[in-house]
């Protein structure tokens, strides 16, 4: 099993639909990011979690809500998106110790939205 | 301001030679880190060497070095003998201070092309 994964690797959806990205890291990490990457922009840190509790979130909308049930599972819900919101979204995870913070990288979901 | 920069949008290099990606980066934190990642067409962000800003020495791995040049707050990347797989966005970025996750910025990338 790869250290990140995360699926689906595309998703195609309406505006009106509900639809959730999941992350699932197997590197026995304690912190979790999603991170939104769109074309000719660098990449958006959205959401951190470190041992399940949120502490960043920068700005993002509600109609992105993130869950984080463990250590090793991270989720991103989504509802009554808009099409500026098609992206690459990343997920991430580092040890969540000072020293040892390397951020190791999932697939990515490749989101249009229609 | 930007905290990273790399100011070449784009790269060409023959198979088998060396190429420098360049990165500076904009901090006031003594403790900060230094990371590179690749992006092939695939999307996958993959970790490719680190800098922490207290290290003597410049960082290898492999092909790939780090010209650490702290007091012009620089870290070029150094692949050396360019393979066709190495064609990629490069992207550089930074942690400040000491805190896991908060304050990791990237840079716009550099896109990288192997020419056979």
């Known amino acids: 099993e790869t250290g990140v994964t995360q699926t689906p690797r595309h998703l195609v959806m309406g505006m009106t639909n509900k639809k959730s990205l999941k992350c699932e890291q197997h590197?026995?990490?304690?912190?979790m990011y999603w991170y939104k990457q769109s074309a000719k922009k660098p990449l958006e840190l959205m959401f951190v979690?470190?041992?399940?509790?949120?502490?960043e979130n920068n700005s993002v909308p509600s109609r992105f809500s993130p869950e984080c049930p463990n250590s090793s599972h991270l989720f991103l819900h989504l509802h009554t998106l808009q099409p500026e919101d098609s992206a690459l979204y990343l997920c991430?995870?580092?040890?969540?110790?000072?020293?040892?913070?390397?951020?190791?990288f999932g697939p990515g979901t490749r989101l249009l939205v229609l | 301001a930007q905290k990273i920069t790399q100011t070449q949008p784009g790269m060409f290099v023959q198979e088998k030679e060396a190429v420098t990606l360049d990165c500076t980066y904009d901090?006031?934190?003594?403790?900060?880190?230094l990371f590179w990642y690749k992006q092939p067409s695939s999307g996958e962000m993959i970790f490719l060497i680190y800098q922490g800003s207290y290290d003597q020495q410049n960082a290898t791995e492999g092909r790939y070095s780090l010209n650490f040049q702290k007091a012009r707050k620089s870290a070029n990347l150094v692949i050396s003998a360019s393979q066709l797989g190495d064609s990629a966005m490069y992207f550089c970025a930074m942690r400040e201070g000491a805190n896991y996750g908060q304050n990791f910025v990237f840079g716009p990338g550099t896109r990288l092309s192997v020419l056979p």
């Open positions: 991430a995870s580092s040890q969540g110790d000072r020293d040892q913070e390397t951020q190791y």
């Open positions: 979690y470190n041992f399940k509790e949120q502490t």
């Open positions: 590197l026995g990490h304690n912190a």
């Open positions: 901090t006031s934190d003594p403790s900060y880190g």
